[in-house]
């Protein structure tokens, strides 16, 4: 199954987002959970 070019790095960059996102999450609350 081949994946137009731009949808391809749409997906790419949507998981890339949400990998960046979800650690920095958890990093804030766990700060605000230590004060």
Do not use: G, R, T
């Given at each position: 199954?081949?994946?137009?070019?731009?949808l391809?790095?749409?997906?790419?960059?949507?998981?890339?987002?949400?990998n960046?996102?979800?650690?920095s999450?958890?990093?804030?609350?766990?700060?605000q959970?230590?004060?």
């Amino acid at each position: 199954m081949v994946l137009h070019p731009v949808l391809s790095i749409l997906m790419m960059a949507k998981h890339m987002i949400i990998n960046v996102k979800m650690p920095s999450f958890l990093a804030v609350s766990i700060i605000q959970n230590e004060h």
